[in-house]
């Protein structure tokens, strides 16, 4: 028998309207369960009130420091006691899906039972990080739930001082701008780094996002401490029948205005017999044109990635995007997959060291200038990590000539 | 004896490969083209010729497992038992022959789950976990996502929009909620009220000074008490010291209001990925339906479906026409509160001449 459901006038106009309505999934659930019949009680009394009545606290399961979000109920009543018992413990678990987010259905309903039989039968797909959200379970069911999640194998995700869970985009399994393996990559970066994950001990939170190339679905160069975008380095590719096919449907002007005056470095020109004409030098492999022709023109053939760092959110210097430390770098082979994994480590080993407390990345680099994180990860300068070179003189260069000489070296060793 | 403890299986990411649908599979890395023969739904085909068709539909996100069973069976009476979720909470299920693809989007439609959110659509909105989860949020999210939806439900399905549109909200000034076309998110305007009889046994003081952003914040004796001050000239109410200290509260049902930001972009298409910009604040937090957060939000996107060229993203579209005539046309106030004076914030002054008229 379940508690007697709550009266919830405010969260009841959000069962009309067209949008599939979150509240009626809450009270289809509080008909069974009592906790879910006390959260609707507190998140009701939120929109009353307009004030939030969850803290935290320290749960976690055997083995890990780390992936479960606590979460106990602040809302008392006069005598003291929780308000809405039932629902004073209503953590969550964060738990890794598999690359792209792809499931089959047997997959999906296993997890619905576990929720079921552990917590609130609450589940978001996905979190802002990536994470499967289950949500709602008491500190008791923490550890059960994990288990049972984990015997599917599922594995924990990030939260905390830690490097978090992390997305590629549906890329090379369906998408023919891909790049790169997105999902073997992305799996290689979490993998390699899975004890940062589950045993937070680093400066702040780190992320790896991955997507297939620079139309960058996954937000990675501003989401991301290290964002892997594929692109290529060769000619892009273009089937100049289905170019002029393309103009013969759409007419001349709608490609003059929409493909060939949008190229950001007057890349492209359209010729007089309806082909084509690319100036591939120029091309920053922005993606527009491919995105609109999409049959006519693909990315080349010597593919690879472009690596990005330092990408983050407001607190505590404002918003930052990532910028370039790898221009281009082959992604294909064991060994370059290797690469990768060393230089990841170097990097997350780095920011380990050289943070301060609650410091990203991005924050790290911006205090103590690109050359020096260059410089302590091994990674060479590169023209391709400025828009444009420095604009003030305010700056010591007695050593012009040996670096000048460091470049030359490289030059001749290209 | 006592039994012992089942440790974890590090197994950390799962592999790919058995919860992809066979012709994803098949044809992985090697795709062909695709295109979108109506809102909703993607045809991919690939260098095999196989083909693979997408119906995408819009979810709560916080889905209960009645919704989640439900559309478990529809992806196996209708589809062929594999589906896949977007970055924005979509759900997409995946088919492998286009006379499938009607009776799929009739059934989900019947359920009351909308098709769209690809291509020039507004899709569903990027949100966190507000009052229904978090420890730090001045309003709801999911709630918040579920009125604007229902409003720009339409902007969903047609799919009419000069290019697409990413909304995103964050509950408060951590910002969970990423860059968007448009980014609604609360902004505080009062300094935190502090509760000195508790901060010295919750907060490690230390912590607290370092985490403001402008220095506002010090060790003090209060009432003979050890706590902290902030310096109300200094603090940019961002809320940064309430994470840590739940003494000093930020969160204020009248003061703490929503900002609307436009502009963000993350695609490298056309031009360089970009930060949203303030355009409007002073949104009062009106739950259960925030009307007037719909109001504003709906005013720039008619703005810009009715003036942006195809393929403009909102805040492309803004440079384009200039950031005057865009408070113009959105019928926007222009404040003091506009002009940044944050790190850097020259380069974001017009040191030019040149003015539109």
Redesign the interface.
Known sequence: MTKPMRDTP??D??E????????T??K??AKDNDMMVD?MGQ?ET??E????????GTVG????GGGV?P?FSELKGEDGKPLYPAASE?H?LRI??????????N???K??DI??KYGS????????S?DIMF?GCNTDNV?PA??EL??M????GGAGPAVRT??S??G?????Q?CV?E?RT??ML??NA?DDM?RPALPYKFKYKVSGC??????A???ADLATIGTWRDDMKVDQQEVKAFVADKGRKYVI??VIT???TQALALNDDDTLEVNNKDC?????CI??M??AL?PGDDKGVTLLCGGK???????L?GTVIVPFHKLESDEDFEWLEELATEILDFFAENAL??ERTGEMIERIGLTNFLEGVGLDIDPNMISQPRTNPYVRMDDWDGEVAKWNERSVAQ | MAEAPRMPDETGVPEMDSYLHPVLKKNYGAWSWHERPRPGVLHHVAKSGDEIWTVRAGTQRQMDVYTIRKLMDIADEFAEGFVRFTIRSNIEFMVSAEPKVQPLIDKLTEEGFPIGGTGPSVSMISHTQGWLHCDIPATDASGAVKALMDELHDEYTKEEMPNRVRITTSCCQINCGGQGDIAINIQHTKPPKIDHTQVANVCERPTVVARCPVAAIRPAIVNGLPSLEVDEKKCICCGACFPPCPPMQINDPEHSKFAIWVGGKNSNARSKPTFHKLVAAGIPNNPPRWPEVSDVVKKILQAYKEDAKDWERIGEWAERIGWPRFFEKTDLPFTKYHIDNWRGSRATLNASAHIRF
């Open positions: 405010m969260l106009q959000l009309s309207g067209p949008w599939p309505s979150f509240v999934g809450l289809r659930l959260l998140l939120s929109y009130t307009k004030k939030g009545y969850w803290k935290g399961v055997i083995g890990y979000i979460r209503f969550t890794m899906p598999p690359p792209g987010m792809h499931y089959d259905t997959t999906m309903r997890f619905c929720w079921e039968g609450l589940i978001a797909f996905h979190g802002q990536g949500q550890q994990f288990d984990n015997e194998g599922f594995d924990m992390g997305m985009c549906v090379a399994a369906r998408c023919e891909s393996d999902g992305m799996r979490v993998n899975l589950h620079p139309n960058d679905c996954m937000n160069v501003q989401r205005d929409n949008r190229c950001p920053v492999r922005c993606m527009h995105n609109v999409t049959k693909s959110r407001t607190l505590k210097i404002g918003d995007m407390e609650h």
